[in-house]
Nanobody, 122 residues
Framework: QVQLEESGGGLVQAGGSLRLSCTAS????????MGWFRQAPGKEREFVGK????????RYAESVKGRFTISRDNAKNTVYLQMNSLKPEDTAVYYC???????????????WGKGTLVTVSS
């Protein structure tokens, strides 16, 4: 059974930085694309970014492009979301997600963590 656990959330002032981590367990980590989504209060969950299964490529939502960076460490079964120049509108619960199909960067994301709260104060 695949389990994803996020950590690293917290309270930060606007302009600050945070790094979120997501550790996967229950299966081989390498070979699977990984993604990050977020859900702000009163809003729908939205895509933040993803990293390909081989770590070569990343994609980001326009709202975070240039400020957020996704990376992965297969030896640690962990994917990271480095968030810089944070804005109050980045306040949300951030979720890590993974697909069930390996070696497919477009596979549907089927596994989700419980999320970690990021609050950015103005």
């Amino acid at each position: 059974q695949v389990q994803l656990e996020e950590s690293g959330g917290g309270l930060v002032q606007a302009g600050g930085s945070l790094r979120l981590s997501c550790t996967a367990s229950g299966r081989t980590f390498s070979g699977y694309a990984m993604g990050w989504f977020r859900q702000a209060p009163g809003k729908e969950r939205e895509f933040v970014g993803k990293i390909t299964w081989n770590g070569v490529d990343t994609r980001y939502a326009e709202s975070v492009k240039g400020r957020f960076t996704i990376s992965r460490d297969n030896a640690k079964n962990t994917v990271y979301l480095q968030m810089n120049s944070l804005k109050p509108e980045d306040t949300a619960v951030y979720y890590c997600t993974a697909p069930s199909r390996p070696y497919d960067n477009y596979a549907r994301m089927e596994y989700w963590g419980k999320g970690t709260l990021v609050t950015v104060s103005s």
